[in-house]
T-cell receptor, first 115, second 111 residues
Framework: DGGITQSPKYLFRKEGQNVTLSCEQN?????MYWYRQDPGQGLRLIYY???????QKGDIAEGYSVSREKKESFPLTVTSAQKNPTAFYLC??????????????FGDGTRLSIL | GENVEQHPSTLSVQEGDSAVIKCTYS??????FPWYKQELGKGPQLIID?????GEKKDQRIAVTLNKTAKHFSLHITETQPEDSAVYFC??????????FGSGTKLNVKP
């Protein structure tokens, strides 16, 4: 079945450590996104990519980095510069290059906690 | 930028009753308004969406209405069932692949 796969489901980070969250899609979507979700809040955009080898900062990019070397993959690295990384991270994708805005489809998330 | 406000934050209804969740947006250029349902430990799932050239859209027990003049849109769920219990998010977009999400409504349907 087509969809978005995020791994791992749970992740723990030690002080000063960088961790990488995986996001893979087989929907043949051009655009991919990373959001952060905190309890009782909406989704906040970290980074997005509209095509391979290109990405833009979202509203809360500080302390995070991404790469987009392949169309189907958009990994997110939470660096040690992110002082409050505990959150639920969601990856999404959508068709790109269309006249009208296309819906975003989400993976099932990765829950990151600090040890 | 766009600001989306969602109310109420929690909603409790009896099974079989209707539920209404409302969102307002600030940017009159927004033209696409999706609604997502998120179950515990899962990612949001698109349940219905509406574009600015339409005032209302229905899909079985779910409907969305849009008032462009007042800049608000609403989700209506009729004949609620326990499996409708979840967190619902609204969003607004004017393109460029940027979505702005509301803060979510936790719906509890009591059997």
């Amino acid at each position: 079945d087509g969809g978005i796969t995020q791994s791992p489901k749970y992740l723990f980070r030690k002080e000063g450590q960088n961790v990488t969250l995986s996001c893979e899609q087989n929907l043949n979507h051009d655009a991919m996104y990373w959001y952060r979700q905190d309890p009782g809040q909406g989704l906040r955009l970290i980074y997005y990519s509209q095509i391979v080898n290109d990405f833009q900062k979202g509203d809360i990019a500080e302390g995070y980095s991404v790469s987009r070397e392949k169309k189907e993959s958009f990994p997110l690295t939470v660096t040690s510069a992110q002082k409050n990384p505990t959150a639920f991270y969601l990856c999404a994708s959508s068709m790109g290059g269309q006249t009208h805005v296309q819906p975003q489809h989400f993976g099932d998330g990765t829950r990151l906690s600090i040890l | 930028g766009e600001n989306v406000e969602q109310h109420p934050s929690t909603l409790s209804v009896q099974e079989g009753d209707s539920a209404v969740i409302k969102c307002t947006y600030s940017d009159s250029a927004s033209n696409y308004f999706p609604w997502y349902k998120q179950e515990l430990g899962k990612g949001p799932q698109l349940i219905i969406d509406i574009r600015s050239n339409v005032g209302e859209k229905k899909d079985q027990r779910i409907a969305v209405t849009l008032n462009k003049t007042a800049k608000h849109f609403s989700l209506h769920i009729t004949e609620t069932q326990p499996e409708d219990s979840a967190v619902y998010f609204c969003a607004a977009s004017k393109g460029f692949n940027k979505f702005y999400f509301g803060s979510g409504t936790k719906l509890n349907v009591k059997p």
